[in-house]
């Protein structure tokens, strides 16, 4: 499976601790995102990289809240001292942005992982 | 910044009937309309999608339609089958490629009757 790959896939942990969740995106693609997803509503964006850099970080992305993208390949986000409010799918998705060399760019769709399950108790 | 509106929420229809979900947009920048099917335990994958620059896109069974002066889209599926039952979300960006964050809807769960 070359698609968007995420680790794990639930996670339950007690309030307080930190927990670290990983997303391998599709080879060569040099965007990554990360969403949350809340029972019953749609994804709302949290953070993204083009390459190793992060660029945007939503408010939602508090300051216990950190994501990394160190080499450009897959990306870790962290929560520490998670707190009942914590618990959601969190998603990753990865697209392929490139320059046509004349101001212009284009890009692929965005794939999504099949997300991350967190529980805090 | 963008506020996405979705309905229904809940939709049911027979099967071979047409299902259709509403959507409207608040930022007048935003010119890229995707939209995302999620099944039980997965993440959302994009069925269709639409750019400003275009009113109609369509892909066998679903089309999307957009109309940028009152800032809303709508996605049609007609014929429906059983395997069409999930949750539906709309979705929209300023897909300039500067910024590609998606601004979603809160989703419709959309069920065929058998």
Redesign the interface.
């Given at each position: 499976d070359t698609g968007?790959s995420q680790n794990p896939r639930h996670k339950i942990t007690k309030r307080g601790q930190n927990v670290t969740f990983r997303c391998d995106p599709i080879s060569e693609h040099n965007?990554l995102?990360w969403?949350r997803q809340t029972l019953?509503?749609?994804?709302?964006?949290l953070t993204?990289f083009q390459n190793e850099a992060q660029l945007?970080k939503s408010r939602l992305l508090s300051d216990r809240f950190s994501a990394e993208r160190p080499k450009g390949s897959f990306s870790t986000l962290e929560i520490q001292r998670t707190e009942q409010g914590d618990s959601a799918m969190y998603?990753c998705?990865s697209?392929l942005?490139q320059d046509l060399g004349t101001g212009g760019?284009?890009?692929t769709?965005?794939?999504?992982?099949?997300?991350t399950r967190l529980t805090v108790v | 910044g963008e506020n996405?509106e979705?309905h229904p929420s809940t939709l049911s229809v027979q099967e071979g009937d047409s299902a259709v979900i509403k959507c409207t947009y608040s930022d007048s920048a935003s010119n890229y309309f995707?939209w995302?099917k999620q099944e039980l335990?997965?993440?959302?994958?994009?069925i269709i999608?639409i750019r400003s620059n275009v009113g109609e896109k369509k892909d066998q069974r679903i089309a999307v339609t957009l109309n940028k002066t009152a800032k809303h889209f709508s996605l049609h599926i007609t014929e429906t089958q059983p395997e069409d039952s999930a949750v539906y979300?709309c979705?929209a960006s300023r897909?300039?490629?500067?910024?590609?964050?998606?601004?979603?809807?809160?989703?419709t769960r959309l069920t065929i009757i058998p």
């Open positions: 968007v965007r995102y969403y019953g509503q749609g994804p709302e964006f993204y945007e998603l998705a697209s942005v760019k284009v890009g769709e965005a794939f999504f992982g099949q997300g | 996405v979705q995707p995302y335990g997965k993440g959302p994958q994009l999608d979300f979705a897909a300039n490629f500067g910024n590609e964050k998606l601004t979603f809807g809160t989703g």
